[in-house]
Every structure is written in structure tokens, then in C-alpha cells.
């Protein structure tokens, strides 16, 4: 097997149409075009979607917006809120039987939102940097 007698696979390479050759070669005078209309002429082509005036399908049905699924069960929890709960160790069962998260929620996070004055420990939750701060000012403490 030489370099020079290399080929492409039968059928991988087709021939280009020639047009506007004359009669003999089938695609004379109008070049396969047709007779009239936009498609004969040159730089006559519609944008995708076009439906010839009418409204195209993507302005006709209505935007829907974008619910990320992590935001269904995860919550976030202010600092005043933590005020309430009767427990010494906030947990997220606790944050639920409380009435504080939805029932459904997996994670929490405590932010800084609001003042705290009780003692609390939180365990199992995340903790903004701002409401660490304030929860270890008061003596509290936070395990993760």
C-alpha cells in the first residue's frame, strides 16, 4: 500500500452540482430553482421560524420562568426566628416542629437577619458568616 494510491470510501465524496451549463446538463437556465417565487431569487430565504407573517410558535406560547429544584427543599432561617424555639439544640427537626421551615426542607442555613439575645447551640446546620459571628459574640456555640 502506497500514499499515492490511497482513496476515499466509494460514496464519501460527492460530485458538486454544476449549474447554469446549458440544457445538456439538467441544471441550465434556472438552476434547479424553479420558475418564480422567493426561492428563485438570490438572498430570498426567511428567517428560521418564519410561517409567512403569521405569529411564529415560539412568540405565540407563553415564557415560563425557571424554579431551581434545590430552592423546594432547602430554607433559610434569621436570627430572630431561632428567639422562639424552646429546645437548647437547634437541629433541623427542631427548625420544623417549630413551624419555622417546611416540612419538606433537607437543608437550612441561619443568616444573619435580626437580633439574637438567647443562648442557643445549633447543630446540623449551615451557618452564614455574619450570624457565626453574632451567635459566638452572645455565647453560643455551632457544630456541623
Known amino acids: 500500500m502506497y500514499l499515492n494510491s490511497l482513496k476515499?470510501?466509494?460514496g464519501a465524496k460527492k460530485t458538486a452540482k454544476r449549474v447554469?451549463?446549458?440544457i445538456g446538463s439538467g441544471f441550465g437556465k434556472?438552476?434547479?430553482?424553479?420558475?418564480?417565487?422567493?426561492r428563485s431569487r438570490s438572498g430570498?430565504?426567511?428567517?428560521?421560524?418564519?410561517?409567512?407573517?403569521q405569529m411564529p410558535l415560539q412568540r405565540r406560547l407563553p415564557k415560563v420562568g425557571f424554579v431551581s429544584p434545590k430552592e423546594k427543599t432547602s430554607a433559610q432561617v434569621c436570627l430572630h426566628e431561632l428567639?422562639?424555639?424552646?429546645?437548647?439544640?437547634?437541629?433541623?427537626?427542631?427548625?420544623?416542629?417549630?413551624?419555622?421551615?417546611?416540612?419538606?426542607t433537607k437543608r437550612a442555613k441561619v443568616i444573619?437577619?435580626?437580633?439574637?439575645?438567647?443562648?442557643?447551640?445549633?447543630?446540623?446546620?449551615?451557618?452564614?458568616?455574619g450570624a457565626r459571628v453574632m451567635i459566638e459574640s452572645i455565647g453560643g456555640t455551632i457544630e456541623t
Not at 429546645?87 to 417546611?102: G, H
Open 83 to 104: 428567639q422562639g424555639i424552646q429546645q437548647e439544640i437547634i437541629t433541623l427537626e427542631s427548625l420544623k416542629a417549630a413551624n419555622i421551615i417546611p416540612q419538606q
Open 8 to 10: 476515499p470510501a466509494a
Open 30 to 38: 434556472t438552476c434547479g430553482r424553479g420558475h418564480k417565487g422567493q
Open 44 to 53: 430570498g430565504y426567511h428567517k428560521v421560524g418564519f410561517e409567512g407573517g
Open 20 to 22: 447554469g451549463r446549458g
Open 112 to 129: 444573619a437577619s435580626g437580633k439574637l439575645t438567647k443562648l442557643v447551640k445549633i447543630q446540623g446546620l449551615a451557618v452564614t458568616k
